[in-house]
């Protein structure tokens, strides 16, 4: 499965990630750095995918270290906050689209 390339916001500093899996519900991503459990986090998604910057909130709700063919990596998962009908159509194209991939996508 594809990999989305993407920066999440916590407490003010940014730090990157990739998107391993996203619905319209939430997303799991690895990244070095793990917010903690309940914590609220921003993700900020640029692709070629799509026309304008996608940002998403919500709020980490579990906490995990994944294995993967580069080792171990620090993971998680959030629920997003609010789901527009706009943000629907877009996850759902997303996920169309990224279904389909196997490299990851920057």
């Given at each position: 499965?594809?990999?989305l390339k993407c920066?999440f ?6 730090h990157?990630?990739?998107?391993r899996d996203i ?7 690895w ?9 609220d986090v ?10 304008n910057t996608?940002v ?7 906490t995990?270290?994944?294995?993967t063919d580069r ?6 998962a959030?629920?997003f906050s609010?789901a527009?009908a ?5 996850i759902?194209?997303l996920?169309s689209?990224?279904s389909?991939k ?5």
């Amino acid at each position: 499965m594809a990999q989305l390339k993407c920066q999440f916001t916590f407490s003010g500093v940014s730090h990157e990630a990739f998107i391993r899996d996203i619905s319209l519900n939430g997303a799991f991503l690895w990244s070095t750095f793990v917010p903690a459990q309940g914590c609220d986090v921003l993700i900020r998604l640029e692709t070629p995918l799509l026309k304008n910057t996608l940002v998403l909130e919500g709020k980490v709700v579990r906490t995990d270290r994944t294995p993967t063919d580069r080792g171990n990596e620090n993971a998680f998962a959030i629920r997003f906050s609010h789901a527009s009908a706009e943000l629907i159509v877009l996850i759902s194209k997303l996920v169309s689209i990224v279904s389909q991939k196997s490299d990851p996508i920057v």
